[in-house]
């Protein structure tokens, strides 16, 4: 773990309670928890705070946390997900050892289970149409009432949930239902459904089955096996927790399992559901699941997001029982706090403007001594030759400059940091009237933050690039996605609309010093001023390098 994990005052109240249990000696002291994600889509940044919350907590008591695909829905699945969420959550350096599951695993053992339900008298087998089983549910203020089909003995529902099995009806023909009670007053004890028919090609069982159980059936009970000792899930399961128990209790594994809830994150100015996300990615909105603007762990990360700064922002955030929306600033802060001790100082230009210093020898140049970190000495320093020409942003000069602009314009000083002082002497520009080239000379005795006697002080250094010693090179600066700070607040209003259109600027005529070409992908970087950047892994190479702004130095958003 970095320098920079931190933890809040005191232990959050889940660990209170796993304290507890553990002095209590309950499950033998053991703490088992998982992270149970469906294969339906790429892991988000909510999903890495519970991926933080269980895989930490097992670290932290010595015990282990499972990876369990919660793969019931064969129409949305697919190992393409199952992949990427495994690697995804390496990559944020968690481990689960040999606990690998899924729930397709049980799919054997939870239809035994079913089928002791039913001998108990406990599930049956209902024929109402998905229609008439919405209307029998009633609602919050009316109970509902007994389906037609629900006192049917245990040898029929045995026969019939048999040949569901075997393939002999249609999909919404019938279901298994557990018997409970349609007059409860939470709605999810009211004969919920347990089973039900999809003819479809499930990524792992195949054909083999065409009955699959729902997630209230199958969690608690994969829990079960599992020996899940805390089993932590988002607030909106809560009132799902009395079905959880009554399902754990009845199916008798001999293991009880306690589900604890907890508040989903909520970013502003980001949406998270996967729904949303495949939306976004389907209707081009952006380049894919791992555009750097998506909330997607892949997209974090290839934006240049660390792993210890997402455990870091997890870490720093909490967990509580409270819904809440954070503030999308802590998130940044933290990838700024982790990239601003680890990621070395190089120039680049965004938009350069070719600079002649015309005092300066031509074919002659000399080599600077530039530091990687101005506050790490250990980083240590690299070489920047300067010479004839030179490279400055173009938002570092302007041609009628207000009073508090300290930098380059028509007659004006600026310094050129670790270089020398130079003057503005003659702007050239083309018929449009774009400068194309300064014309400048430079003062030698200025080098090194030197001001010499007589001479006023310079207010602006900025950054440059040499003409010899820097390449062409593609940067992507990389904004929020979305310019409203709820994006999903109004829903008559398509939150696609809210699409932040600067969220993506691409600077195709930028320049690097040389030596970044050879970086390796994902290579972080402070450019000097500008931000923090991280090579493209998928479109840096050596003969086209490509960087994206990963973050501003500052926060830009703050009102
Ligand atoms: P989505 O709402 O994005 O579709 P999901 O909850 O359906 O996500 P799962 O794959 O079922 O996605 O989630 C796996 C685990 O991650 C669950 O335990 C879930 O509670 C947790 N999780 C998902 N989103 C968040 C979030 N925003 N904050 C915290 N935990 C989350
Ligand atoms: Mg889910």
């Given at each position: 773990?970095?320098?920079?994990?931190?933890?809040?005052?005191?232990?959050?109240?889940?660990?209170?309670?796993?304290?507890?249990?553990?002095?209590?000696?309950?499950?033998?002291?053991?703490?088992?928890?998982?992270?149970?994600?469906?294969?339906?889509?790429?892991?988000?940044?909510?999903?890495?705070?519970?991926?933080?919350?269980?895989?930490?907590?097992?670290?932290?008591?010595?015990?282990?946390?499972?990876?369990?695909?919660?793969?019931?829905?064969?129409?949305?699945?697919?190992?393409?997900?199952?992949?990427?969420?495994?690697?995804?959550i390496q990559w944020m350096g968690f481990s689960w050892g040999d606990h690998l599951y899924h729930a397709s695993d049980y799919f054997e053992q939870l239809y035994d289970i079913a089928?002791?339900?039913?001998?108990?008298?406990?599930?049956?087998?209902?024929?109402?149409?998905?229609?008439?089983?919405?209307?029998?549910?009633?609602?919050?203020?009316?109970?509902?009432?007994?389906?037609?089909?629900?006192?049917?003995?245990?040898?029929?529902?045995?026969?019939?949930?048999?040949?569901?099995?075997?393939?002999?009806?249609?999909?919404?023909?019938?279901?298994?239902?557990?018997?409970?009670?349609?007059?409860?007053?939470?709605?999810?004890?009211?004969?919920?459904?347990?089973?039900?028919?999809?003819?479809?090609?499930?990524?792992?069982?195949?054909?083999?089955?065409?009955?699959?159980?729902?997630?209230?059936?199958?969690?608690?009970?994969?829990?079960?096996?599992?020996?899940?000792?805390?089993?932590?899930?988002?607030?909106?399961?809560?009132?799902?927790?009395?079905?959880?128990?009554?399902?754990?209790?009845?199916?008798?594994?001999?293991?009880?399992?306690?589900?604890?809830?907890?508040?989903?994150?909520?970013?502003?100015?980001?949406?998270?559901?996967?729904?949303?996300?495949?939306?976004?990615?389907?209707?081009?909105?952006?380049?894919?699941?791992?555009?750097?603007?998506?909330?997607?762990?892949?997209?974090?990360?290839?934006?240049?997001?660390?792993?210890?700064?997402?455990?870091?922002?997890?870490?720093?955030?909490?967990?509580?029982?409270?819904?809440?929306?954070?503030?999308?600033?802590?998130?940044?802060?933290?990838?700024?706090?982790?990239?601003?001790?680890?990621?070395?100082?190089?120039?680049?230009?965004?938009?350069?403007?070719?600079?002649?210093?015309?005092?300066?020898?031509?074919?002659?140049?000399?080599?600077?001594?530039?530091?990687?970190?101005?506050?790490?000495?250990?980083?240590?320093?690299?070489?920047?030759?300067?010479?004839?020409?030179?490279?400055?942003?173009?938002?570092?000069?302007?041609?009628?400059?207000?009073?508090?602009?300290?930098?380059?314009?028509?007659?004006?000083?600026?310094?050129?940091?670790?270089?020398?002082?130079?003057?503005?002497?003659?702007?050239?520009?083309?018929?449009?009237?774009?400068?194309?080239?300064?014309?400048?000379?430079?003062?030698?005795?200025?080098?090194?933050?030197?001001?010499?006697?007589?001479?006023?002080?310079?207010?602006?250094?900025?950054?440059?690039?040499?003409?010899?010693?820097?390449?062409?090179?593609?940067?992507?600066?990389?904004?929020?996605?979305?310019?409203?700070?709820?994006?999903?607040?109004?829903?008559?209003?398509?939150?696609?609309?809210?699409?932040?259109?600067?969220?993506?600027?691409?600077?195709?005529?930028?320049?690097?010093?040389?030596?970044?070409?050879?970086?390796?992908?994902?290579?972080?970087?402070?450019?000097?001023?500008?931000?923090?950047?991280?090579?493209?892994?998928?479109?840096?190479?050596?003969?086209?390098?490509?960087?994206?702004?990963?973050?501003?130095?500052?926060?830009?958003?703050?009102?």
């Amino acid at each position: 773990m970095s320098h920079l994990e931190e933890h809040a005052p005191g232990p959050n109240f889940i660990k209170q309670i796993i304290l507890k249990d553990r002095d209590a000696g309950k499950h033998g002291g053991q703490i088992v928890t998982r992270f149970p994600p469906e294969p339906n889509g790429h892991l988000h940044i909510g999903h890495a705070k519970a991926i933080c919350l269980n895989f930490s907590l097992a670290q932290e008591f010595g015990g282990r946390c499972h990876l369990r695909y919660d793969d019931t829905n064969p129409v949305a699945e697919d190992p393409a997900y199952v992949a990427s969420i495994a690697e995804d959550i390496q990559w944020m350096g968690f481990s689960w050892g040999d606990h690998l599951y899924h729930a397709s695993d049980y799919f054997e053992q939870l239809y035994d289970i079913a089928c002791e339900l039913i001998d108990k008298g406990l599930a049956y087998v209902d024929d109402l149409t998905p229609d008439q089983i919405r209307e029998y549910r009633g609602t919050l203020t009316e109970p509902g009432k007994n389906s037609p089909y629900r006192d049917r003995s245990v040898q029929e529902n045995i026969d019939l949930f048999r040949r569901m099995r075997a393939g002999e009806y249609k999909e919404g023909e019938r279901v298994l239902r557990l018997k409970i009670d349609m007059a409860s007053p939470n709605m999810n004890m009211r004969d919920p459904l347990i089973y039900r028919i999809r003819y479809a090609t499930h990524q792992r069982t195949g054909d083999e089955w065409c009955i699959y159980p729902l997630y209230d059936y199958t969690h608690c009970l994969s829990d079960a096996f599992e020996g899940i000792t805390h089993s932590l899930c988002t607030l909106e399961f809560e009132d799902h927790r009395p079905l959880y128990d009554w399902v754990v209790a009845k199916a008798e594994t001999g293991h009880i399992p306690r589900q604890i809830e907890f508040a989903r994150l909520n970013l502003d100015y980001t949406v998270t559901s996967k729904r949303k996300l495949l939306e976004l990615v389907n209707e081009g909105m952006c380049s894919g699941w791992d555009d750097p603007r998506m909330p997607t762990i892949k997209g974090l990360r290839r934006r240049g997001y660390t792993p210890e700064s997402i455990r870091l922002f997890c870490d720093r955030i909490g967990i509580t029982k409270k819904d809440s929306t954070i503030d999308v600033g802590m998130l940044e802060a933290a990838i700024r706090d982790d990239l601003n001790a680890k990621a070395e100082r190089r120039f680049a230009v965004l938009d350069p403007i070719k600079v002649t210093i015309t005092n300066y020898p031509e074919n002659e140049w000399e080599e600077l001594d530039v530091p990687n970190h101005p506050q790490n000495e250990a980083m240590g320093t690299r070489k920047l030759p300067f010479g004839r020409v030179v490279y400055i942003d173009r938002d570092d000069f302007m041609m009628d400059p207000p009073k508090k602009f300290f930098r380059l314009g028509p007659d004006r000083d600026v310094r050129l940091r670790y270089a020398y002082v130079i003057h503005c002497d003659e702007v050239i520009q083309d018929a449009e009237g774009h400068v194309t080239e300064l014309k400048c000379t430079y003062r030698k005795d200025t080098f090194g933050g030197v001001t010499p006697e007589g001479m006023k002080k310079v207010k602006g250094i900025i950054h440059w690039l040499p003409e010899q010693g820097s390449v062409p090179a593609e940067v992507r600066v990389y904004d929020r996605l979305f310019k409203e700070q709820n994006p999903v607040k109004d829903k008559a209003v398509d939150y696609k609309t809210h699409i932040n259109p600067e969220s993506l600027l691409v600077m195709k005529n930028a320049r690097v010093e040389a030596g970044m070409a050879e970086a390796a992908p994902e290579t972080r970087y402070q450019f000097e001023r500008l931000g923090f950047f991280t090579s493209d892994w998928r479109d840096h190479s050596k003969s086209t390098p490509v960087f994206n702004r990963t973050v501003t130095l500052r926060d830009t958003w703050k009102k």
